[in-house]
Nanobody, 120 residues
Framework: VQLQASGGGLVQPGGSLRLSCAASGSILSINVMGWYRQAPGKQRELVATISRSGTTTYADSVKGRSTISRDNAKNTVYLQMNSLKPADTAVYYC???????????????WGQGTLVTVSS
């Protein structure tokens, strides 16, 4: 199973970005999908998660400005970020807690990260 994140880039303060992360492989089911971020010199932190049924959680720092969603048919999770601030600058990583494939269950899988830079 591979997770491929995309959608990062340079955006001005107040702007918007939509991140995507697609899981590929012989996937039967994915449990919780989420986004984390790591700013320079800081620890990785949770941004948002979404369960298979659509239950969401958000970090206080992004609540009200970001929306996480998923397309189970496409094994893809999205993160729509609005009203971006310089403090949102970080590498964003997608994560799944477990994936059922045709041959095994894989746990705690991470995508490669996509850089979001918020700057004027």
């Amino acid at each position: 199973v591979q997770l491929q994140a995309s959608g990062g880039g340079l955006v001005q303060p107040g702007g918007s970005l939509r991140l995507s992360c697609a899981a590929s492989g012989s996937i039967l089911s994915i449990n919780v999908m989420g986004w984390y971020r790591q700013a320079p010199g800081k620890q990785r932190e949770l941004v948002a998660t979404i369960s298979r049924s659509g239950t969401t959680t958000y970090a206080d720092s992004v609540k009200g400005r970001s929306t996480i969603s998923r397309d189970n048919a496409k094994n893809t999770v999205y993160l729509q970020m609005n009203s971006l601030k310089p403090a949102d600058t970080a590498v964003y990583y997608c994560n799944v807690d477990w994936i059922v494939t045709t041959t095994k269950i894989e746990y705690d899988r991470w995508g490669q990260g996509t850089l979001v830079t918020v700057s004027s």
